[in-house]
């Protein structure tokens, strides 16, 4: 198996129907190496 993209990306606050939610489905790709973390990866939420 080889790992071809990573991408990252924090919490944003969006609109959606009317109501504001925090999401962190806009990601972006990363160059480079970052570290893993026992709970994510930098930069990720």
Known sequence: MQ???LS???PQ?????????STAIFKEPVAG???LRK????GDS
């Open 39 to 42: 709970l994510n990866l930098d």
């Open 3 to 5: 790992l071809v993209s």
């Open 13 to 21: 606050e969006v609109v959606w129907h009317g109501v504001t939610v």
């Open 33 to 35: 190496r970052i570290a």
């Open 8 to 10: 990252t990306g924090l």
